[in-house]
T-cell receptor
Framework: DAGVIQSPRHEVTEMGQEVTLRCKPISGHNSLFWYRQTMMRGLELLIYFNNNVPIDDSGMPEDRFSAKMPNASFSTLKIQPSEPRDSAVYFC????????????FGPGTRLLVL | AQKVTQAQTEISVVEKEDVTLDCVYETRDTTYYLFWYKQPPSGELVFLIRRNSFDEQNEISGRYSWNFQKSTSSFNFTITASQVVDSAVYFCALSGNDYKLSFGAGTTVTVRA
């Protein structure tokens, strides 16, 4: 079975540009999570969806960040406008049941904002 | 609030040595889940094990073993007869009554040939 799929794997952009990261969760999983990993802050949860509905977006850094999940098999994380401090690895993860089940992570998108 | 502490920042061993990674957690939830993930140099996060708070049995999977001790709030991970391919960052994580997965800072393991 396919795991969590993320695209692109690498993204280099200039400050001020819009960036869109994409995620396809594991089929049948109804919970989806976006994380960001940096050296300074480690792994931090940005937003959590359950059954395509955003449940908690308290980790989203600021209004420049937005996330959507239009259906059970696709989610996007958008940064507009991007800034150099957004440079990080962004992971998408999915699970069957958020509390009890294991979160399986995608390969991540390495974002560099110049 | 949940907290996971991995006191060891880096561990370096020679191949075939055993290495133990410490993980101490804090939570007020009576039901919780503990995890270990591996992040090799390629960057992906690989799930290794999940334990719930009611199951204190130790587990062995090949060269990997886990020691869960509720009395000391610890969930330690041992790699026996380490290999170069074990070189990675290892994260301990905790989820409680909510959905949030709290990660430790990670321990970087370097296995030298």
């Amino acid at each position: 079975d396919a795991g969590v799929i993320q695209s692109p794997r690498h993204e280099v952009t200039e400050m001020g540009q819009e960036v869109t990261l994409r995620c396809k969760p594991i089929s049948g999983h109804n919970s989806l999570f976006w994380y960001r990993q940096t050296m300074m802050r480690g792994l931090e949860l940005l937003i959590y969806f359950n059954n395509n509905v955003p449940i908690d977006d308290s980790g989203m850094p600021e209004d420049r960040f937005s996330a959507k999940m239009p259906n059970a098999s696709f989610s996007t994380l958008k940064i507009q406008p991007s800034e150099p401090r957004d440079s990080a690895v962004y992971f998408c993860a999915s699970s069957l049941v958020p509390q009890e089940e294991t979160q399986y992570f995608g390969p991540g998108t390495r974002l560099l904002v110049l | 609030a949940q907290k996971v502490t991995q006191a060891q920042t880096e561990i370096s061993v020679v191949e075939k040595e055993d290495v133990t990674l410490d993980c101490v957690y804090e939570t007020r939830d009576t039901t919780y889940y503990l995890f270990w993930y591996k992040q090799p140099p390629s960057g992906e996060l690989v799930f290794l094990i999940r334990r719930n708070s009611f199951d204190e049995q130790n587990e062995i999977s090949g060269r990997y073993s886990w020691n869960f001790q509720k009395s000391t709030s610890s969930f330690n991970f041992t790699i026996t007869a380490s290999q170069v391919v074990d070189s990675a960052v290892y994260f301990c994580a905790l989820s409680g009554n909510d959905y949030k997965l709290s990660f430790g800072a990670g321990t970087t393991v370097t296995v030298r040939a």
